[in-house]
């Protein structure tokens, strides 16, 4: 155990002799990949900094224009109380500062309006009251003539004829008697309407008018149209009623007032219809 037993100043020149430990050299993968965390940190760093600055203006921008917004809605507002006072002033100096004076002026301006309005809408009800009563006029100046044929049963069409209001709805029993009933016309009576009953009608056979087919149905109207345009004056109106077509109606004169009905509804419209067409016809 001798050995263990140094003298301390050779111990000391023994450690100084001893080269001190080198820190281990980074390799160049090392330095490498310390290079490209440095540059990323330095890009990222100006890219936040520059978005920071943008951002920074953007609210800087957004201030003054909200404050040059509120600046301007200030001065629109003096404006405003302004022109407002000036009216004020306006109204005061005109109507001596007396409102009642102001309000007898609107009142008499809003009379003035609603009076013309009224007056209008008035008089645009008179007309329409007018010329409804013209043409009813018209309707209980008219005398209707229900012809059926070989009939004497009157049809329902004919009372609702009755209920329209006509000055008379008659059921002559054939053409002598229509001839008859027309024929006795005095000036004053001024109008007359035929009614040809077709839909209700049946031929000397007993077979319905409206059962025939074309050419028999023309054949049959022809019949029954003929002699009625023969007694008729040129002025009445001719009104055939009948739910099928009847193609020989459209080859008659242009001159005749002729025209059809296909049911009760149309028969009273064309009725009334036939009436003013008489009335214009004498007016002539």
């Not at 509120?70 to 404006?79: A, E, G, I, L």
């Not at 009608?201 to 008018?209: E, G, I, N, R």
């Not at 004056?233 to 004169?253: D, E, I, Q």
């Amino acid at each position: 155990m001798d050995w263990l037993l140094l003298d301390p100043a050779h111990l000391h020149t023994l450690l100084a002799q001893t080269p001190p430990a080198q820190p281990p050299t980074p390799n160049s993968s090392e330095l490498d990949l310390l290079r490209k965390q440095l540059d990323f940190l330095t890009s990222e760093n100006a890219r936040l900094t520059a978005d920071f600055t943008k951002r920074l203006e953007l609210i800087t921008q957004s201030n003054k224009d909200l404050s040059d917004s509120f600046k301007t809605f200030v001065d629109t507002m003096k404006f405003v109380l302004v022109i407002f006072g000036f009216l004020g002033g306006a109204i005061a100096f005109i109507f001596g500062k007396n409102l009642d004076d102001a309000k007898k002026v609107a009142r008499d301006a809003i009379r003035q309006e609603v009076d013309s309005h009224v007056t209008t809408l008035v008089q645009t009800e008179i007309e329409n009251v007018k010329r409804t009563l013209q043409r009813e006029r018209v309707i209980r100046n008219t005398i209707v003539h229900y012809y059926l044929p070989n009939s004497p049963q009157r049809p329902n069409e004919f009372k609702l004829l009755q209920a329209r209001g006509f000055r008379d709805v008659r059921f002559p029993k054939d053409l002598r008697q229509l001839q008859s009933s027309v024929g006795k016309q005095t000036p004053e009576d001024l109008l007359n309407v035929v009614i040809l009953d077709l839909e209700n009608w049946l031929t000397p056979t007993q077979q319905s008018f409206s059962t025939l087919i074309n050419p028999d149905r023309d054949t049959q109207a022809k019949s029954q149209i003929d002699p009625l345009l023969d007694i008729l004056s040129s002025s009445t109106v001719l009104v055939v009623y009948v739910r099928a077509t009847v193609n020989y109606l459209y080859t008659l004169s242009h001159d005749r007032y002729i025209t059809p009905a296909n049911n009760p509804i149309t028969l009273l419209g064309m009725v009334a219809d036939a009436a003013y067409v008489a009335a214009g016809d004498r007016a002539l």
